[in-house]
Antibody, heavy 116, light 107 residues
Framework: QVQLQQPGAELVKPGASVKLSCKAS????????MHWVKQRPGQGLEWIGE????????NYNEKFKSKATLTVDKSSSTAYMQLSSLTSEDSAVYYC?????????WGQGTTLTVSS | DIQMTQSPSSLSASLGERVSLTCRAS??????LNWLQQEPDGTIKRLIY???SLDSGVPKRFSGSRSGSDYSLTISSLESEDFVDYYC?????????FGAGTKLELK
């Protein structure tokens, strides 16, 4: 069965960077684009961007172009999202999601806390 | 960017009641709309894809439809596990955008 495994939580200091991971299993990793979504506490969902694992091609929401960098490691079937220059506004749950009909499957999300 | 206006933002309903949630698209998105369900622990699951196709394992009391630029999720007879949050998502055009969500509450 398809699984997208994400770490439960990350704690980082303001101004730092963090690299969130999403390990895929149960399907051919290179067959489907991987998406990343942000959800601030008590708020709705925002699409950050997507990456094609077969060739590394990316599409970003303009709002996150200077904040997020998406990459993949095909050898470990893992997608990554690096977030830079972190502030309290980046504290949120970050989900990875994929599927042929858009967001068929979701990870459990990583709760990122930016605090000194 | 395509705006998805979701209504109502919250809805109080009773067990067994029939309810409909709506998303209105600011531009033509064709059938490129999904409905998502989010549990209190954050778990997100897709219910409906391509406007009206039911995902595998999703109870048949859920259905999706379209009338012009209005997209609806209907739950025919509410059960206790349905009182969670719902979001629509359009994927016709980048950036992908979500509705603001509907919180379904037990009356």
């Amino acid at each position: 069965q398809v699984q997208l495994q994400q770490p439960g939580a990350e704690l980082v200091k303001p101004g730092a960077s963090v690299k969130l991971s999403c390990k895929a299993s149960g399907y051919t990793f290179t067959s489907y684009w991987m998406h990343w979504v942000k959800q601030r506490p008590g708020q709705g969902l925002e699409w950050i961007g997507e990456i094609n694992p077969s060739n590394g091609r990316t599409n970003y929401n303009e709002k996150f172009k200077s904040k997020a960098t998406l990459t993949v490691d095909k050898s470990s079937s893992t997608a990554y999202m690096q977030l830079s220059s972190l502030t309290s506004e980046d504290s949120a749950v970050y989900y990875c999601a994929m599927g042929g009909n858009y967001f068929d499957y979701w990870g459990q999300g990583t709760t990122l806390t930016v605090s000194s | 960017d395509i705006q998805m206006t979701q209504s109502p933002s919250s809805l109080s309903a009773s067990l067994g009641e029939r309810v409909s949630l709506t998303c209105r698209a600011s531009q033509d998105i064709g059938s490129s709309l999904n409905w998502l369900q989010q549990e209190p622990d954050g778990t997100i699951k897709r219910l409906i894809y391509a406007t009206s196709s039911l995902d595998s394992g999703v109870p048949k009391r859920f259905s999706g439809s379209r009338s012009g630029s209005d997209y609806s999720l209907t739950i025919s007879s509410l059960e206790s596990e349905d009182f969670v949050d719902y979001y629509c998502l359009q994927y016709a055009s980048s950036p992908l955008t979500f509705g603001a969500g509907t919180k379904l509450e037990l009356k």
